[in-house]
């Protein structure tokens, strides 16, 4: 016999999800699953790729920052697609106190 209740839970069961968090210091791979109201980690994976350093000063990203970030994201990409993630979230952030 199913409940109703039963029902209602099994609805808010979070597929996998995965955040791509692009900050002025690091690139961070989130992947998150399990019951909606607390999802638990599944993988967690950061690369400091210095993106803001000197960006007030220069004006511009510097060579090397964008080299590495460039390869996080790659990589992060190949682990999305292996992981059967169901949605991913990109966003970015930034901290004054880096630049």
Same mark, same amino acid.
């Given at each position: ?18 955040? &791509?968090?692009?900050?002025?210091? $690091?690139?961070?791979? &989130? &992947? ?14 950061? &690369? ?8 007030? =000063?220069?004006?511009? =990203? ?19 697609? $292996?992981?059967?993630?169901?949605? $991913?979230?990109? =966003?970015? $952030? ?6």
């Amino acid at each position: 016999m199913t409940y109703f209740a039963d029902k209602i839970i099994e609805n808010k069961i979070l597929k996998r999800t995965g955040i &791509v968090d692009i900050g002025s210091n $690091t690139i961070r791979l &989130v &992947v998150f699953e399990g019951p909606s109201r607390s999802p638990r980690y599944f993988y967690n994976e950061k &690369v400091n790729c210095g993106l803001g350093l000197g960006l007030r =000063l220069k004006g511009y =990203l510097s060579n090397k920052s964008q080299k590495k970030a460039y390869k996080a994201i790659q990589r992060f990409n190949a682990i999305i697609k $292996t992981m059967e993630i169901f949605e $991913t979230c990109l =966003l970015y $952030t930034s901290d004054a106190a880096d630049e």
